[in-house]
């Protein structure tokens, strides 16, 4: 019921712009039926455990395209995912008008670009895994409310695509234990090259990002005695968040190979160290086969030199005292200073994944596909693996 409620809300949206001007409505849809479970009764990886689930990566997704003539469409997608119970929700919403040939502008509910794949981040028909690593493609912010401005421009043999868009994303995070996760202000611009069947893209988003929540709000109170450096490394409010990226696709037929890189810089923050994520994935097709092998990896690396900042004593009592009861006057507590360290250093993370692919196109308009993950996080020494199978299809 809840995905026929979206579908009609899609419809009416689109055929309320389009029956006036008698437009054009095309309708496009893909869904990605997938099932996985770890091998081992301790092991988790990306929702997943010891157990049979098929709802973790299942998606089901209907676009609608309403061509009124002179450039101007409007563009709705619809979206239900089985990790948010198929709770349809508008992941585009959005105009388009073609100012001139190469130059168009869009304003709407637009994708976030972080990615190479961003444009296809939720068709799994498009790509050869189940889904990409998420030790790379990580992001919760998917959308933006916002405008851009796209302009495609042929350099000799190569075709150029530069975009610029202006946003803003507010609770964003299905946390329950935050209580506002705004990334706002957002400027992103981003360059793709094409020539011939390989392919380039570089990445640039800059925003500011306010988080609010319980973890964050208790180590403000323990280490209320330096309102400094709370203010400069413990609060998130409106920090400024950058991030990088760049990748290439090479397609030497049968061989196909795609390297991406991002980074992620935070700022001084106690909570957020800089995350540097990469993968490099190998593809060897042959008829309507596919076999593929990929490396992803995520480090998450704290900077121990801003404890050095913080001053005078916090609330964490490290020895109860004489009656054993916390933050009472026989306690010893630690310093500011110590008590930043030992939160910078819990926030070091570092995984290595490995992925064996396998997909096979058994319909013009559907593939099967079967993943062998293996992940290893040094940190925690921690490790998992995970079998993961399913059904891609568009229509």
């Known amino acids: ?54 709802d ?40 388009t008008y073609n100012i001139t040939p190469t130059l168009s502008a869009k304003f709407g509910r637009i994708r976030t670009p972080f990615y190479m794949l961003s444009e296809y981040l939720e068709v799994g028909y498009t790509y050869h895994w189940i889904r990409p690593p998420e030790e790379l493609y990580a992001a919760q912010i998917t959308n933006m409310d916002g405008a851009s401005l796209l302009y495609n421009v042929p350099m000799g043999g190569i075709d150029g695509q ?29 360059g ?22 319980a973890a964050v709000t208790n180590v403000e ?34 061989i196909r ?15 957020l160290p800089e995350e540097t994520r990469a993968l490099a994935s190998v593809v060897y097709s042959f008829g309507e086969t596919a076999v593929s092998y990929s490396l992803s990896s995520n480090k998450k690396e704290s900077d121990s030199g801003i404890a050095s900042n913080a001053t005078g004593t916090s609330l964490f009592s490290v020895n109860a005292g004489v009656d054993g009861i916390d933050n009472t006057a026989d306690d010893i507590f630690a310093s500011n200073a110590a008590f930043a360290a030992s939160t910078l250093a819990g926030t070091d993370r570092d995984v290595t994944t490995h992925t064996l692919g396998l997909r096979h196109d ?34």
């Open 56 to 95: 973790k990566n299942s998606v089901y997704g209907l676009q609608a395209v309403s061509r009124l003539g002179d450039g101007l469409t409007a563009t709705g997608q619809i979206i239900a995912r089985g990790s948010e119970n198929y709770k349809p929700e508008f992941e585009w919403m959005y105009m």
């Open 1 to 54: 019921m809840k995905i026929m409620n979206g579908f009609r809300a899609l419809c009416i949206a689109l055929l309320t712009l389009s029956l006036p001007a008698l437009a054009e409505v095309e309708f496009q849809g893909f869904a990605s039926f997938v099932g996985g479970a770890t091998l081992d009764s301790d092991d988790t990886y990306n929702g997943y455990e010891n157990k049979i689930e098929y």
């Open 362 to 395: 058994f319909h013009d308009s559907a593939a099967v596909k079967v993943e062998l993950i293996s992940t290893e996080e040094s940190e925690l020494d921690t490790e998992a693996t995970l079998v993961r199978f399913g059904v891609d299809m568009l229509f």
């Open 162 to 190: 530069f975009v610029v868009s202006i946003a803003n994303r507010g609770d964003y995070s299905e946390d329950p234990t935050l209580t506002a996760s705004d990334f706002k202000s957002i400027v992103a611009v981003t």
């Open 192 to 213: 793709q090259f094409e020539m011939g069947d390989h392919l380039a893209k570089l990445i640039y988003v800059k925003g500011d990002l306010t988080l609010e929540g």
């Open 221 to 254: 109170t323990l280490m209320g005695s330096d309102p400094t450096f709370v203010n400069d490394h413990v609060s998130i409010q409106g920090n400024e968040l950058t991030f990088t990226g760049a990748g290439v696709d090479l397609n030497f037929h049968p």
């Open 257 to 271: 190979v795609i390297l991406e890189y991002s980074l992620l810089d935070f700022g001084e923050s106690i909570f």
